[in-house]
């Protein structure tokens, strides 16, 4: 076992927090196809939906995440975290895990972490999830609605970050112990 976890859901599900806590844990390395995503974008002066609308016309911004999380998959020892992360590590992810929760919760988390205000944060969120969308079925032909690819999945609406971590733990030490 290559010690590989992918971490998948939507804006504000909770991804990075859990990342975080998975890699300290488990002493495994971390990357984020959200934090490039944020970088390139700050790197070019422009904000997450500005740089959603020129990912819609530039498909190099996104196959330049996805072969990265590809070839972090590939060396092993990594959690990582995105949208298509399980489906780009493949068959060399260990364990697939989903993070899920309703808009308007995603919404106000994004508006704290951002600070930006709900309506501007809800605009945002909807105009780069939609544009996502479209761009995964186009480039690969995936539906991110598609859960079936997943090994757990959790509504972290239901549990504050030290009940998602709580499962997610026990799930990862079983695996990795070789209890399951």
Do not use: C
């Not at 976890?5 to 599900?13: E, F, K, N, V, Y």
């Not at 079936?148 to 990795?176: M, P, Q």
């Amino acid at each position: 076992m290559k010690r590989v976890i992918t971490l998948g859901g939507l804006h504000g599900t909770g991804k990075s927090s859990v990342a975080d806590l998975i890699a300290k844990e488990f002493g495994l390395r971390r990357v984020s196809a959200g934090m490039i995503f944020r970088r390139l974008a700050a790197e070019r002066g422009v904000t997450l939906e500005e740089f959603s609308r020129l990912a819609q016309n530039d498909d190099k911004i996104d196959r330049l995440l996805d072969e990265t999380l590809r070839e972090e998959a590939k060396r092993g020892n990594v959690v990582l975290d995105g949208q298509l992360a399980a489906w780009m590590a493949g068959e060399h992810a260990d364990f697939k895990i989903l993070l899920t929760a309703p808009l308007k919760v995603r919404v106000e988390r994004i508006s704290k972490r951002d600070g930006t205000s709900f309506d501007d944060a809800l605009r945002e969120t909807e105009v780069r999830e939609a544009s996502e969308r479209e761009r995964y079925r186009e480039y690969y032909g995936i539906d991110i609605s598609d859960l079936s690819i997943y090994d757990l999945v959790i509504n972290t609406e239901k549990f504050d970050l030290d009940g998602v971590f709580d499962i997610v733990r026990t799930a990862l030490s079983r695996l990795f112990s070789g209890d399951m």
